[in-house]
């Protein structure tokens, strides 16, 4: 197909209609009038027009970025946590709303949600600066003050002349009770920026906690000379000028309250006692129902975290005879201050009032569990400690049991010998199955497990020996028939596999595993449609068969329809919330899609069912990573090399995790535990040198790549391993030797495309696309080595070549938002028509991509509709600000608009 044609036909079928277009326009220029009105200190009009942006376009990223700013400032954190999450899933970037995220979260009280999703590390210096100051507020608040200062401290580090560090800190030590180093803290902070009313407030609060009024008032009346419509400094001041019986005084600032702040609990609060104190009953009463209803509307964890709004919400609500209510507020507000006698005073009138003259404290105690002197119970009890993975507890178990059979009963022999392989000894464990399975061959009980390792062990041959054995015994056992197709299908001998699975079907039409590895079968043949008509035959007898739902997600992520694959995930889930397959699914499929917000609450959901399960606290760790918090991704991955034991293969996978995490140290401990349980396990061996790579120890992971190559000459990953240490070393002749060598022993697209970047790097472009082109021309169905291609024929300027292989890719992968993204990029360099429309086809594909964005709207820019890039030429910048081609065409597309006006 000519690129003519083919940019006609894509024009033909473009997703955006001209009425998509003219929305675009609009929601533009509502963005940059509230832009506008933002600079202009008009808050609540660029929340108006905002709205009206997004009402416009409901995706436009930077108008959602800006309106949870414009919450922020306007008090209203509920407002700015929803846009704020939209604009996360959308994809912004983290540096762009995090230090809004967390001021959020610390208002709504969510502080250990924040400590846990936002961490500082990879942030520019400024928005890590903020970040930490918030963090810093959340363990204060969660009682942490050590922590908190170690977090003002590093703050701090980065800018020693900034005062909001120094007023976190003095709040630290204040909550602490140390009030000489708190006065301290509020005086630099103070003295460094003396125009700063928060200094002058924090003084103010030490004075006032320490009973001495005047200097109290003192530092709030120089926070209020500074900004007269400080929330907190006049809240402070008002209570302490009632204290002080100086009730005129107070009611000017009340009147500043009631004024600016009418729906403030506190502002509200105070109304009522100036109300109370006036006789004016109505009007107090009527002040106590607005303060407790500001306060019901806030989030309770939000209000948890201030023991002033507690207090607060259980006597408004006590004294409006609203007892329930009141006693939630009082009972959490006692849980921090037991002593607190008006507390205490007012729970024990309404504990009084209802007739509860002694409150009892039940003391939950379950019974002491005996181990009977019985070897079937000792048996039974180490079985569920297997299922739980503790492993080393059910070898004693099984020890004591065997050893009060003498050993002459078979099922506690496959236990025994289950629980060996769990802490690493497999030889020894194979050697108990053996050993149980000759003294009842043909038997299931013992025959299954063994059959079983087998398999993990890739031996087909003996497991097929062993069932067939079992089933002579046992012809009408269907699940030991099923498993033998199963180890057919493991021996590549599908048409043997198949006519099992339909043996099993003919002798129970109902048996729902031979129907689910039938399906698995047909999508392994790449027949999915006869796959998807048997999974939706079990769902049509059985709507809630977890299973079938989990193989049609797999089926559909297969062929591509990842939104129907999610759906189906999204039901099993309905169905069994703490089912862990679908749900670890979705995390995968939740994190490619960049919504990692929802991936981590479907992990901390799993992981929460399934505590100590490997694979449920992978994903958890892999989404703490994805949100940028190494510290509590290393923390799930080091406790699946706790709970691992010896199982090598977890080891492993273990170690990979944690060297994403940039955990080297704790990967090196999982291989060599893995090496302990394994010895010479190559995967172990072969990842392990590659760590010495990660790490910067180039002539460690040499040597060690060296002695692997001599030992296995035959394995193309090593030659592959140290062709990436020669290159990074830039030592390019032998990464060219060694890409070749694994090339040579297997002939993948990894080795091929390895080899290519070896030629490229050593100067000799020509020579690298020669090869790649040679392994593209036997290899057309190759993706990633013609994409590799592509790119090289744009270094070289062969534009019209790389087009040609951009639109072979777009048909070979018709919902790669990146292929078509860069065939729009060569078709703007080449000014061909239709890039616009390949251009739409890659955001409709992937809006979430700021390249994606970024190439619309330049692709609009240059069809003279500047209007109408500016919106995705911000929005890419939301999602990539330091990118310097985006930068570039935000800046020209902004010079055209206003050279355009004039």
Same mark, same amino acid.
């Given at each position: 197909?000519?690129?003519?044609l083919?940019?006609?036909?894509?024009?033909?079928?473009?997703?955006?209609?001209a009425?998509?277009?003219?929305r675009?326009?609009?929601?533009?220029?509502?963005?940059?009038?509230?832009?506008v009105?933002?600079?202009?200190?008009?808050?609540?009009?660029?929340?108006?027009?905002?709205?009206?942006?997004?009402?416009?376009?409901?995706?436009?990223?930077?108008?959602?970025?800006?309106?949870?700013?414009?919450?922020?400032?306007?008090?209203?954190?509920l407002?700015?946590?929803?846009?704020?999450?939209?604009?996360?899933?959308?994809?912004?970037?983290?540096?762009?709303?995090?230090?809004?995220?967390?001021?959020?979260?610390?208002?709504?009280?969510?502080?250990?949600?924040?400590?846990?999703?936002?961490?500082?590390?990879?942030?520019?210096?400024?928005?890590?600066?903020?970040?930490?100051?918030?963090?810093?507020?959340?363990?204060?608040?969660?009682?942490?003050?050590?922590?908190?200062i170690?977090?003002?401290?590093?703050?701090?580090?980065?800018?020693?002349?900034?005062?909001?560090?120094?007023?976190?800190?003095?709040?630290?030590?204040?909550?602490?009770?140390?009030?000489?180093?708190?006065?301290?803290?509020?005086?630099?902070?103070?003295?460094?920026?003396?125009?700063?009313?928060?200094?002058?407030?924090?003084?103010?609060?030490?004075?006032?906690?320490?009973?001495?009024?005047?200097?109290?008032?003192?530092?709030?009346?120089?926070?209020?000379?500074l900004?007269?419509?400080?929330?907190?400094?006049?809240? @402070? $001041?008002?209570?302490?000028?009632?204290? +002080?019986?100086?009730? %005129? /005084?107070? !009611?000017?600032?009340? &009147?500043? =309250?009631?004024?600016?702040?009418?729906?403030?609990?506190?502002?509200?609060?105070?109304?009522?006692?100036?109300?109370?104190?006036?006789?004016?009953?109505?009007?107090?009463?009527?002040?106590?129902?607005a303060?407790?209803?500001?306060?019901?509307?806030?989030?309770?964890?939000?209000?948890?975290?201030?023991?002033?709004?507690?207090?607060?919400?259980?006597?408004?609500?006590?004294?409006?005879?609203?007892?329930?209510?009141?006693?939630?507020?009082?009972?959490?507000?006692?849980?921090?201050?037991?002593q607190?006698?008006? @507390? $205490?005073?007012?729970?024990?009138a309404? +504990?009084?009032?209802? %007739? /509860?003259? !002694?409150?009892?404290? &039940?003391? =939950?105690?379950?019974?002491?569990?005996?181990?009977?002197?019985?070897?079937?119970?000792?048996?039974?009890?180490?079985?569920?400690?297997?299922?739980?993975?503790q492993?080393?507890?059910?070898v004693?178990?099984?020890?004591?049991?065997?050893?009060?059979?003498g050993?002459?009963?078979?099922?506690?022999?496959?236990?025994?010998?289950?629980?060996?392989?769990?802490?690493?000894?497999?030889?020894?464990?194979?050697?108990?199955?053996?050993?149980?399975?000759?003294?009842t061959?043909?038997?299931?009980?013992?025959?299954?497990?063994?059959?079983?390792?087998?398999?993990?062990?890739?031996?087909?041959?003996?497991?097929?020996?062993?069932l067939? &054995?079992? =089933?002579?015994?046992?012809?009408?056992?269907?699940?030991?028939?099923?498993?033998?197709?199963?180890?057919?299908?493991v021996?590549?001998?599908?048409?043997?596999?198949?006519?099992?699975?339909?043996?099993?079907?003919?002798?129970?039409?109902?048996?729902?595993?031979?129907?689910l590895?039938?399906?698995r079968?047909?999508?392994?043949?790449?027949?999915?449609?006869?796959?998807?008509?048997?999974?939706?035959?079990?769902?049509?007898?059985?709507?809630?068969?977890?299973?079938?739902?989990?193989?049609l997600?797999?089926?559909?992520?297969?062929?591509?329809?990842?939104?129907?694959?999610?759906?189906?995930?999204?039901?099993?889930?309905?169905?069994?919330?703490?089912?862990?397959?679908?749900?670890?699914?979705?995390?995968?499929?939740?994190?490619?899609?960049?919504?990692?917000?929802?991936?981590?609450?479907?992990?901390?959901?799993?992981?929460?069912?399934?505590?100590?399960?490997?694979?449920?606290?992978?994903?958890?760790?892999?989404?703490?990573?994805?949100?940028?918090?190494?510290?509590?991704?290393?923390?799930?991955?080091?406790?699946?090399?706790?709970?691992?034991?010896?199982?090598?293969?977890?080891?492993?996978?273990?170690?990979?995790?944690?060297?994403?995490?940039?955990?080297?140290?704790?990967?090196?401990?999982s291989?060599?535990?893995?090496?302990?349980?394994?010895?010479?396990?190559?995967?172990?061996l072969?990842?392990?040198?590659?760590?010495e790579?990660?790490?910067?120890?180039?002539?460690?992971?040499?040597?060690?790549?060296?002695?692997?190559?001599?030992?296995?000459?035959?394995?193309?990953?090593v030659?592959?391993?140290?062709?990436?240490?020669?290159?990074?070393?830039?030592?390019?002749?032998?990464?060219?030797?060694?890409?070749?060598?694994?090339?040579?022993?297997?002939?993948?697209?990894?080795?091929?495309?390895?080899?290519?970047?070896?030629?490229?790097a050593?100067?000799?472009?020509?020579?690298?696309?020669?090869?790649?082109?040679?392994w593209?021309?036997?290899?057309p169905?190759?993706?990633?080595?013609?994409?590799?291609?592509?790119?090289?024929?744009?270094?070289?300027?062969?534009?019209?070549?790389?087009?040609?292989?951009?639109?072979?890719?777009?048909?070979?992968?018709?919902?790669?938002?990146?292929?078509?993204?860069?065939?729009?990029?060569?078709?703007?360099?080449?000014?061909?028509?239709?890039?616009?429309?390949?251009?739409?086809?890659?955001?409709?594909?992937?809006?979430?991509?700021?390249?994606v964005?970024?190439?619309?709207?330049?692709?609009?820019?240059?069809?003279?509709?500047?209007?109408?890039?500016?919106?995705?030429?911000?929005?890419?910048?939301?999602?990539?600000?330091?990118?310097?081609?985006?930068?570039?065409?935000?800046?020209?597309?902004?010079?055209?608009?206003?050279?355009?006006?004039?």
């Open positions: 197909m000519t690129p003519i083919l940019a006609l036909l894509l024009g033909v079928l473009s997703p955006y209609p009425w998509a277009a003219d675009a326009v609009r929601a533009s220029d509502f963005y940059e009038d509230a832009l009105r933002m600079q202009n200190k008009d808050t609540k009009g660029a929340i108006v027009q905002l709205k009206n942006a997004l009402q416009q376009d409901s995706k436009m990223l930077p108008a959602l970025v800006l309106l949870g700013k414009a919450y922020l400032d306007s008090g209203a954190p407002g700015a946590e929803r846009v704020l999450a939209d604009a996360e899933r959308l994809g912004a970037d983290r540096s762009q709303i995090i230090a809004m995220q967390v001021e959020v979260y610390n208002l709504l009280g969510k502080n250990q949600a924040l400590l846990e999703r936002f961490s500082p590390d990879g942030l520019p210096s400024e928005v890590k600066y903020k970040v930490l100051v918030t963090r810093a507020y959340a363990q204060i608040d969660l009682e942490q003050p050590r922590a908190a170690q977090s003002l401290e590093q703050a701090r580090q980065i800018d020693p002349n900034n005062p909001a560090a120094l007023i976190a800190q003095s709040m630290a030590y204040l909550r602490s009770g140390n009030f000489a180093d708190a006065a301290a803290m509020a005086q630099l902070a103070i003295t460094k920026k003396p125009g700063d009313p928060a200094g002058w407030n924090m003084k103010g609060s030490i004075a006032h906690a320490q009973g001495n009024a005047p200097d109290a008032l003192a530092g709030y009346g120089k926070a209020l000379a900004k007269p419509d400080y929330l907190d400094a006049l809240i @402070a $001041r008002a209570s302490l000028l009632f204290d +002080l019986n100086r009730d %005129k /005084d107070a !009611a000017r600032d009340v &009147a500043v =309250l009631k004024q600016k702040f009418p729906d403030d609990p506190r502002s509200a609060y105070l109304q009522a006692l100036q109300a109370g104190r006036q006789g004016k009953d109505t009007e107090a009463r009527n002040a106590l129902t303060a407790a209803s500001a306060l019901d509307a806030l989030p309770f964890e939000a209000v948890q975290t201030r023991p002033q709004l507690v207090l607060l919400g259980g006597i408004a609500h006590y004294s409006l005879g609203q007892n329930e209510k009141a006693k939630t507020y009082l009972g959490s507000y006692l849980k921090k201050y037991p607190h006698m008006g @507390a $205490r005073k007012i729970m024990t309404i +504990l009084m009032s209802e %007739k /509860d003259y !002694a409150k009892a404290i &039940a003391f =939950l105690e379950g019974p002491a569990r005996a181990r009977p002197n019985d070897p079937q119970a000792l048996s039974l009890l180490a079985t569920a400690y297997m299922a739980l993975g492993h080393s507890k059910a004693s178990l099984l020890e004591q049991a065997e050893g009060m059979s050993g002459n009963t078979p099922d506690i022999a496959t236990n025994f010998g289950l629980s060996l392989i769990g802490v690493g000894q497999e030889a020894q464990g194979m050697a108990q199955l053996q050993k149980a399975y000759a003294k061959p043909g038997r299931a009980y013992s025959g299954v497990p063994l059959a079983i390792m087998y398999l993990k062990q890739n031996q087909a041959k003996p497991a097929i020996q062993v067939q &054995a079992v =089933l002579k015994n046992e012809p009408q056992n269907l699940t030991v028939l099923n498993l033998l197709a199963v180890a057919r299908g021996s590549k001998d599908t048409a043997g596999a198949r006519k099992t699975y339909e043996q099993v079907l003919e002798k129970n039409p109902s048996f729902i595993p031979a129907k590895n039938l399906a079968l047909d999508r392994y043949e790449g027949k999915p449609e006869d796959a998807r008509r048997r999974l939706l035959s079990v769902l049509k007898d059985q709507p809630k068969n977890l299973d079938a739902l989990y193989e997600a797999q089926l559909e992520l297969a062929v591509g329809r990842t939104q129907d694959a999610v759906r189906w995930l999204e039901k099993a889930r309905s169905f069994n919330p703490q089912s862990l397959r679908p749900n670890l699914m979705l995390v995968d499929l939740y994190l490619g899609t960049g919504d990692v917000q929802k991936a981590l609450n479907i992990a901390k959901e799993a992981q929460a069912s399934n505590r100590d399960n490997l694979q449920a606290l992978a994903e958890l760790g892999r989404c703490y990573l994805a949100i940028g918090n190494r510290g509590l991704a290393r923390e799930n991955f080091k406790r699946i090399t706790q709970l691992a034991g010896f199982d090598a293969d977890w080891q492993q996978r273990a170690a990979e995790l944690q060297i994403s995490a940039g955990d080297y140290e704790g990967a090196r401990y291989l060599d535990k893995a090496l302990l349980s394994k010895p010479g396990y190559f995967p172990a072969l990842l392990k040198a590659g760590l790579k990660f790490s910067g120890n180039l002539d460690g992971a040499d040597k060690q790549a060296r002695a692997l190559a001599a030992q296995y000459p035959r394995a193309a990953a030659q592959q391993l140290l062709g990436d240490i020669a290159m990074q070393r830039q030592r390019y002749g032998e990464a060219i030797t060694a890409y070749g060598a694994a090339y040579n022993l297997e002939k993948n697209a990894t080795h091929a495309i390895g080899l290519y970047n070896a030629y490229n050593s100067g000799n472009p020509a020579k690298a696309l020669t090869f790649i082109q040679s593209v021309g036997s290899n169905a190759d993706p990633a080595a013609r994409r590799i291609l592509a790119g090289a024929y744009i270094q070289s300027g062969q534009l019209d070549l790389a087009q040609q292989h951009y639109e072979t890719l777009s048909r070979q992968l018709p919902n790669d938002a990146g292929i078509h993204n860069d065939l729009a990029y060569v078709m703007l360099k080449r000014r061909q028509p239709g890039a616009l429309a390949v251009a739409e086809r890659a955001y409709q594909l992937a809006p979430n991509d700021a390249n964005a970024d190439t619309l709207g330049w692709a609009w820019v240059e069809a003279g509709q500047v209007e109408k890039g500016l919106r995705y030429l911000r929005e890419a910048q939301v999602r990539s600000p330091e990118n310097p081609e985006i930068r570039d065409h935000l800046a020209e597309a902004l010079k055209r608009k206003q050279a355009g006006s004039r």
